[in-house]
């Protein structure tokens, strides 16, 4: 298989231009015949059927909450990119192109890059229009600030709640389409399997998640807009009900998984208190601008914060990185503290965390100017450990937050199966090794707001696309498979819980395929594998039936699928023996331990297609080809 | 971190006819520095291994803002803490020894769906009778054409923080669904994208919202208390003065 | 017609007949509580008051018409309400809030206390035998310790009744704003209480005083 990327010719700016010039159109009239299935309403899901809805498409929209309105886009806190230039200071979409490029660490495509920047401004000018209250100046215009990664401020924001305010927009936008009879809606719907008939994507098999009926769904396209993996590691910032079961059961029907070891680690996060934990809390980047990281130098010093003397105290990113000090990015943040934490110098019950301390600051600012500006993080943080940052210093530690690798997907947004298509964190395409901050919400809106709207008319206007129904063979097959599938799970009856599994794979995948991994330990990783999905299978307790809301049953499902899609994961970091972005393989890296990327071995995206049960999936290789902009190595020294 | 025990008087029902009723379970040593939900993950790992299914209840993002989490604790949506979501309350604030009785939502509007969980899809078809700008994507004017003063927006946001939960339902002593209507038509008649279609908003989801069951407001801002965003009941009488705006002095109907 | 029904028919179209008629009715208590006022100044103050009202003729009769349509309002209303309420939340939660305010949570009770004090009180001295001066048919009435009583009773009630339905008339039209939402929740209470203070004045001095009104 030959992937084709399908990029424009021509210079890098006029690409969406000319793609959107030369491309074959359905006419307004004809666009009613279509039906366009879209699985997940985050921003991505909602925006793509709102807009579809808009054009005369008929959309059925599915997803696994009870409303479109909870998708978990709705947690984002930061903001949103654009390159407005409302500032003045610099901005433009060719630099909020390379920023995201050079951010990504040089493993994403030029063009798509270059298309988001472009459509950056447009999806502002959107949400503003459906009254997205953004923050605003005195004046009463448009208010910036400044994230990491970019030296000029072009985040939009919604106090800590910018994810939020977006989705309700897009949600606002989807439920109008709703009323207007343009989508039809299926809450607590969970799509089973995707059907392929004739090498064309045409439909869905979902569970019904309030009877547990398996139901099909034709159409003439599918759209994935199912999120990302970040929930393989058990426990990550992702909502409990985020899962790879959609892309995996594409995967599973030819779509191409692309760079599935991109996984970036978040380094501010709530620590981990217990075994029952089941998620973590991430607290915005900001603090570190105030806060100081250490730990005692000291291993296993088992004394209070405040009974360690300045001279035992070990600031290890000042020391490190004495240019950058504790405002490093977020990947070598994170590796340091797993690094230290590793080393025994972890604080806290579970020894997992590091200290951000303030204590510096308010000595500095006074404790009234701490407070106006991370009040209500540090009010967050003291509702969930019960402790007062300005008192005592926060605790730490890097969590699993977003997945950059995805299905692969064409400039169209279109996977290696002809009419599906996969837009936001469930694709690959524009953030290379690393995401920048405020940029998921940028590319979850240009996918649905604006790429896929006007790349979904090519395939209708070129595809032969036969009549079909839910009778067609496929789809009964697809519903047999699900059904035993389901069966299968409820009839172990073993010893141990779904969840009980996840912690274990968990487990597995952050200690070996985490922040920063190696040969040997992934090789481990990969042969502990097939045991645990061993175990899974012969040793797990479902209760209740498949007929009914069945929770439990749910979680088995989409373990199941974490704990297969995990061997691509391992496979994809052990198959790119270089470092790049959050990719940090032990062997590549610089004598100062810094990421070292081999751009002639490996300045390419990694697309893996699965090949049947028990066999190896063939790894295929999209070359990266850099025009516009001249590749560097990181340093922060 | 300390350990507790409690009683949990859980309802549990198996289905919307199903005849429900109170389940009495110990929780075992809970650690303080668990969510409540953690809590009700330990026990439903119990329950499944000893073969009895898990208790259903509705949760997700665990950060208190997707709104999907929320059970009446002792007689409160979302427990005994302000301005939190059942997610984010901790079980620090509880004492060993305590019986917590935990119900689902409670009304007419919000049918039961098994356990805890409660069918809020009244929300949703209350927005899509008017919780919107109606503008197409595209052919939108740049952000900044029309100023916005900032008390204005942040008023607006104020009222958009709603996560629709509908704990303010649950809450209000005749499930009046009226600060959930009144947080949106706010958010959008304060706007100045919201002025175009106001009048017919304000009409259309109170319409939808009697229509579908939910009680009238008592003023007795109960709603208020229990919204773990804290909107404030400001809302309620500004969609009380857009709707009769509306009823007094516009075209729509 | 179709215009007015569908507006009064909704939720909040009932709220503001609720607010609308208590909003009268506060009106009416106002101008009450003025007549009986004159009762403190002595037997004679207060005979010749009601004999003024009494001659008014034709139009206190019209004012009474409207006072009676205005009440028919506020009570039919408030049964819809109540009766809608009720069903809004067909099963009942095992254990309910203990904080709830005293004022908002008794609404309907206290309603219902104030209807029935509204027919004794209107046995008592509108449809009574006009025998007597109605100075002597106040303390004949009230001075009567049951009677007296139920009248301190019910007035307690329509103290708790108002210091509630204040502030709320004006929620409901929609007066809400932190310039002045302390003046109207306090300003509220406080007219309430002198209000129901005023009136409970007379039952009290018509029990314990024998030189009231002679």
């Known amino acids: 298989m030959q992937l084709d990327h399908r990029i424009p010719s021509g210079p890098l700016t006029e690409k969406w231009d000319r793609f959107r010039f030369e491309t074959k159109l359905v006419n307004p009239a004809n666009k009613r015949k279509f039906d366009i299935i879209v699985v997940g309403t985050g921003l991505a899901g909602a925006s793509a059927s709102a807009t579809l809805g808009e054009l005369g498409y008929n959309v059925k929209t599915f997803c696994i909450q009870d409303s479109p309105r909870r998708a978990h886009s709705i947690a984002a806190q930061g903001g949103i990119n654009a390159a407005k230039n409302y500032p003045n200071d610099g901005d433009s979409i060719w630099r909020l192109f390379y920023d995201t490029v050079k951010g990504g660490d040089f493993r994403a495509r030029e063009a798509n890059v270059y298309r988001l920047a472009q459509i950056s401004n447009q999806i502002i000018d959107q949400c503003v229009a459906q009254g997205v209250p953004f923050a605003r100046e005195y004046g009463g215009l448009l208010t910036n600030r400044s994230f990491g990664g970019a030296q000029v401020s072009r985040t939009f924001y919604a106090r800590g709640q910018t994810g939020q305010q977006l989705l309700l927009g897009a949600y606002s936008a989807l439920m109008r389409q709703v009323k207007a009879g343009k989508v039809t809606l299926f809450p607590r719907s969970e799509m089973m399997d995707l059907v392929v008939i004739d090498g064309q994507a045409r439909g869905i098999v979902t569970r019904n998640l309030i009877t547990g009926a398996i139901e099909s769904h034709t159409a003439h396209a599918v759209v994935l807009a199912t999120g990302g993996y970040g929930n393989a590691y058990y426990l990550s910032t992702n909502a409990m009900a985020s899962n790879v079961t959609a892309t995996w059961r594409a995967y599973k029907r030819g779509a191409c998984f692309a760079n599935p070891c991109f996984v970036q680690i978040h380094p501010t996060c709530i620590p981990v208190h217990g075994t029952y934990q089941s998620k973590l809390t991430l607290m915005s980047e900001s603090l570190r601008n105030d806060g100081r990281v250490w730990v005692p130098s000291k291993k296993g010093d088992q004394r209070r914060p405040a009974e360690i003397p300045e001279s035992e105290r070990d600031f290890y990113l000042e020391k490190k990185y004495p240019s950058f000090g504790n405002l490093v990015p977020r990947d070598v943040a994170s590796r340091n503290a797993k690094e230290q934490c590793d080393a025994g110098k972890g604080v806290g019950e579970t020894g997992l965390a590091v200290y951000l301390d303030f204590a510096d600051a308010i000595k500095r600012l006074g404790e009234e100017s701490i407070r106006r500006k991370y009040g209500n993080l540090f009010h967050m943080y003291e509702k969930i450990t019960g402790q007062d940052p300005i008192k005592e210093p926060m605790t730490i530690y890097p969590a699993v937050h977003y997945t950059m690798g995805g299905l692969w997907v064409d400039y169209h947004l279109m996977s290696t199966v002809p009419g599906l298509y996969v837009l936001g964190e469930a694709n690959f395409s524009d953030h290379g090794a690393n995401r920048l901050g405020a940029s998921a919400l940028m590319q979850g809106l240009a996918d649905g707001y604006f790429v896929l709207p006007a790349t979904i008319g090519a395939h209708f206007a070129t595809a032969t696309l036969p009549k079909i129904d839910t009778n067609h063979v496929a789809f009964t097959e697809a519903k047999k498979t699900v059904h035993e599938r389901i069966q299968t799970l409820l009839s172990i009856n073993g010893k141990r819980t779904a969840d009980d599994f996840h912690r274990e794979l968990g487990h597995l995948l952050w200690d070996h395929c985490g922040m920063a991994r190696n040969e040997a330990g992934l090789k481990k990783a990969l042969h502990n594998l097939p045991e645990l999905k061993k175990k899974f299978w012969s040793d797990l307790k479902v209760t209740g039936s498949g007929a009914e809301l069945n929770q439990t049953l749910e979680r088995a499902g989409r373990v199941a699928d974490f704990i297969e899609f995990a061997e691509i994961m391992i496979l994809d970091a052990l198959a790119r023996e270089e470092s790049c972005g959050c990719h940090f393989r032990e062997e590549s890296q610089t004598e100062e331990h810094e990421a070292k990327r081999q751009d002639d071995t490996f300045s390419h995206v990694s697309a893996w297609q699965y090949q049947g049960e028990g066999q190896t999936p063939l790894l295929h290789k999209e070359p990266l080809v850099f025009d516009n902009v001249k590749l560097s190595q990181r340093s922060y020294k | ?253 | 017609m179709s215009w007015f029904l569908s507006v009064f028919q909704s939720s909040i179209g009932k709220k503001y007949i609720m607010a609308l008629s208590g909003a009268c009715l506060s009106f009416f208590l106002m101008a009450h509580l003025a007549g009986n006022t004159f009762s403190f100044l002595g037997k004679e103050a207060y005979n010749s008051y009601a004999a003024h009202l009494h001659s008014l003729g034709g139009f206190i009769h019209v004012l009474e018409a409207c006072l009676a349509l205005v009440f028919l309002a506020h009570i039919l209303t408030a049964i819809l309400l109540f009766i809608d309420n009720l069903s809004a939340r067909p099963t009942r939660y095992a254990v309910s809030a203990t904080d709830r305010s005293w004022s908002a949570s008794t609404m309907p009770y206290t309603g219902a206390l104030i209807l029935i004090f509204l027919v004794v009180h209107l046995l008592n001295f509108h449809f009574a035998s006009k025998m007597i001066s109605t100075a002597d048919q106040v303390k004949t009435v009230l001075g009567n310790p049951p009677l007296g009583f139920f009248y301190l009773v019910a007035l307690s009630g329509l103290t708790l009744h108002i210091s509630h339905g204040f502030w709320s008339l004006f929620q409901s039209f929609g007066a809400n704003h932190p310039q002045y939402n302390r003046f109207l929740q306090r300003g509220g209470l406080s007219m309430a209480v002198i209000l129901g203070a005023l009136f409970m004045l007379i039952p009290l001095l018509a029990l314990t005083t024998d030189g009231f009104l002679q």
């Not at chain 2, 005749?174 to 908003?201: D, T, Y």
Request: with cysteine; glycine share 8%.
């Open chain 2, 1 to 253: 971190m300390s350990l507790i025990n409690l009683t949990l008087r859980i309802w549990r029902q198996s289905g919307p006819e199903a005849q429900g009723a109170f389940h009495t379970y110990e929780s075992g040593p809970i650690s303080t520095s668990m969510s409540f939900l953690e809590m009700l993950d330990v026990l439903n790992e119990r329950l499944i291994l000893s073969g009895e299914e898990a208790v259903a209840f509705d949760h997700d993002c665990r950060e208190g803002i997707c709104g999907m989490c929320g059970s009446v604790v002792n007689g409160k949506p979302h427990g005994p803490e302000q301005k939190t979501t059942l997610c984010q309350l901790h079980m620090r604030h509880f004492k060993d020894g305590d019986t917590l009785v935990i119900e689902p939502f409670r009304s007419r509007a919000f049918k039961l769906v098994k356990d805890l969980i409660v069918d809020r899809s009244a929300f949703d078809a209350i927005i899509a009778e008017g919780g919107y700008v109606s503008v197409n994507t595209g052919g939108t004017p740049d952000a900044n054409t029309i100023p916005i003063p900032n008390p204005t927006a942040e008023q607006a946001l104020d009222a958009a923080e709603c996560i629709g939960c509908g704990a303010c339902v649950a809450a209000c002593p005749n499930a009046s669904a009226m600060l959930f209507v009144g947080a949106k038509v706010s958010h959008l008649s304060l706007l100045p994208q919201g002025q175009p279609e106001r009048n017919q908003r304000a009409l259309a989801m109170v319409k939808k919202m009697d229509k579908l069951g939910f009680g009238n407001c008592g003023n007795e801002k109960r709603c208020e208390k229990a919204c773990p965003k804290g909107i404030s009941i400001s809302n309620i009488a500004r969609l009380n003065r857009e709707f009769m705006k509306a009823v007094l002095f516009s075209n729509e109907k």
